[in-house]
């Protein structure tokens, strides 16, 4: 990347703070800044404020799900065409195919593979 | 003045092109080997980076269960844990009631773990690892049981970890699980072993 380009910032939305940890320290050494939602409320008004560049987001939250939340996500004019990164902890095809309806770009499932992880981000963010 | 690109004139009949040929041979071969090098190198790559994952989920575990003061936290970090680090939805954790023998259910995810809330020591999988200390590993396509992981402190046994079933897109447990499972052993025993204690004494200040 570019030492004049500002870095990247990705939204880390995931209710367990073991998770949250683990893509904090995936990402570690990657050139993006973090900024962390607990809930899909929270995620809603940290994207909004944040305007992040990708959105890594769990399904199963408190107050709203994942999958709510992309979709009040996707009726912003300014998150319209954010990449966002459904995190899965079931793997099935109506889950994937619920997160596609939604508006979610991608996925990933639990136990995240950071190799898996990062590849996904890099591919729509660079660096 | 020379740009250095001229064509120089050949220098006798067929050796410029015998010659270039040549080299053109040696460079392909480079090529190959730099081609080859480069896939050991990602290769390598990929390797360090599911070590640093490794280490990251190890890292992870350990520092979740040392911050977990109460006993609810703790074991809500063990089952968060083991959820998305290993991979399960379905799991039990039992303590060891030493005077009546028996493991007793005190956090569970799923239905399978409700249906055994007591299981006395030495009986079936779960029993018997508690007994034996040893990790019990489940074999086989769909075994009953994944693992059976004994809650260790200093070599005594205080519990249980069941993980009945995995998530389905995890075929099954990998090297890295096992070594997140031995480290849970001894760090989930203790960070209950801790709780345990502030509940006793709740003024006190761990040392």
New interface residues.
């Given amino acids: 990347m570019n030492d004049t380009e500002p870095r990247k910032k990705i939204l880390l939305v995931d209710d ?4 949250l ?2 893509e904090r ?2 990402l570690k050494d990657e050139p993006y800044d973090l900024v962390v939602a607990m809930d899909g409320e929270q995620a809603v008004a940290t994207a909004l404020a944040e305007n992040p560049d990708l959105i890594l987001m769990d399904v199963v939250m408190p107050k709203m799900n994942g999958f709510e939340a992309v979709e009040r996500l996707r009726a912003e004019q300014a998150l319209q065409t954010t990449p966002i990164i459904m995190v899965t ?4 095809s109506e889950n994937v195919e619920r997160g596609y309806l939604s508006g979610c770009t991608d996925y990933v ?7 898996e992880l ?1 590849t996904k981000i890099r591919n729509y963010l660079g660096g | 003045m020379s740009t250095g690109h001229e064509k120089k004139a050949p220098a006798g009949d067929g050796e410029p092109s015998s010659r270039l040929e040549e080299q053109n041979h040696e460079l392909r071969g480079q090529l190959d080997e730099l081609q080859s090098r480069h896939r050991e190198l990602q290769a390598e790559l990929v390797r360090l980076q599911r070590h640093s994952t490794t280490l990251a989920n190890l890292y992870v575990a350990s520092r979740q269960l040392a911050a977990s003061a109460d006993r609810r936290e703790v074991l809500g970090a063990i089952q968060d844990v083991v959820c998305n680090l290993i991979g399960s939805e379905e799991l039990g954790i039992y303590e060891l009631d030493a005077d009546s023998r028996t493991l007793k259910l005190v956090a569970a995810m799923g239905a399978e773990a409700v249906r055994s809330p007591t299981v006395a020591l030495g009986d079936g999988e779960i029993g018997s690892a508690a007994e034996s200390g040893a990790t019990f590993l489940g074999d086989g396509d769909e075994p009953a049981l994944v693992a059976c992981v004994p809650l260790k402190l200093d070599e005594r046994v205080i519990g249980a970890l069941a993980i009945f079933r995995l998530l389905p897109q995890k075929p099954e447990l990998e090297a890295f699980d096992r070594e997140l499972l031995e480290l849970l052993a001894t760090q989930a025993a203790a960070a209950l072993h801790r709780s345990a204690d502030r509940e006793r004494s709740p003024g006190r200040v761990p040392a």
Avoid: F, H, N, Y
């Fill in positions: 367990s703070k073991t998770a940890m683990l320290m995936i902890t079931r793997s099935e499932t639990k136990p995240i593979d950071g190799v990062i």
